[in-house]
T-cell receptor, first 113, second 112 residues
Framework: ETGVTQSPTHLIKTRGQQVTLRCSSQ?????VSWYQQALGQGPQFIFQ???????GRGNFPPRFSGLQFPNYSSELNVNALELDDSALYLC????????????FGPGTRLTVT | GESVGLHLPTLSVQEGDNSIINCAYS??????FIWYKQESGKGPQFIID?????DKRQGQRVTVLLNKTVKHLSLQIAATQPGDSAVYFC???????????FGTGTRLLVSP
């Protein structure tokens, strides 16, 4: 069974730029959730995608957007990057929508300068 | 509750000891809870979950206890090993919402 994978591993961007992060869900999983983890803190929920539609969103501005594809892989897009967007971005996949048994990938470390 | 702060509480144990990591949650409407282990530079690793209709659930070397009266969750690790050294997070969910809300992590240090 293939686990959750994310790309790229690390990324450095300049304030104001846009970034796209990618996630491949675990085999058999149709739901992807994205989280932001600032240094020294627990992950914060951004949004969840189920069968290609957004299925719940946390307290993040609209410049954070996402997509899910028919193969259940997903992208997180962040526009107009700010310094505070520097964080570890995690995706988690699960067998169904909701919070249950979410399995995380290794994350993408984004640094905004 | 929400995770805050850069200075994590730390639990230091000797190899072979039993470890107990505690978590207080604030939302009385939460009905699903998960424990995750996060090693440096890696994503959180699922350990065990429990629903609010249970008080206790056991896995391999781990036990989760849920006390809804005082809104308290604990993770017990039996015969702790150096490989158990990591930051441990509890996460909660309120029925009807998709998100997991992560608590303040606890750093577990296991010395040989």
């Amino acid at each position: 069974e293939t686990g959750v994978t994310q790309s790229p591993t690390h990324l450095i961007k300049t304030r104001g730029q846009q970034v796209t992060l990618r996630c491949s869900s675990q085999s058999g999983h149709n739901t992807v959730s994205w989280y932001q983890q600032a240094l020294g803190q627990g992950p914060q929920f951004i949004f969840q995608y189920y069968r290609e539609e957004e299925n719940g969103r946390g307290n993040f501005p609209p410049r954070f957007s996402g997509l899910q594809f028919p193969n259940y892989s997903s992208e997180l897009n962040v526009n107009a990057l700010e310094l505070d967007d520097s964080a570890l971005y995690l995706c988690a996949s699960s067998r169904d929508r909701g919070p249950y048994e979410q399995y995380f990938g290794p994350g993408t470390r984004l640094t905004v300068t | 509750g929400e995770s805050v702060g850069l200075h994590l509480p730390t639990l230091s144990v000797q190899e072979g000891d039993n470890s107990i990591i505690n978590c207080a949650y604030s939302n009385s409407a939460s009905d699903y809870f998960i424990w995750y282990k996060q090693e440096s530079g890696k994503g959180p690793q699922f350990i065990i979950d429990i629903r609010s209709n249970m008080d206790k659930r056991q896995g391999q070397r781990v036990t989760v206890l849920l006390n809804k009266t005082v809104k308290h969750l604990s993770l017990q690790i039996a015969a702790t090993q150096p490989g158990d050294s990591a930051v441990y997070f509890c996460a909660e969910n309120q029925r009807g919402f998709q998100k997991l809300v992560f608590g303040t992590g606890t750093r577990l240090l296991v010395s040989p």
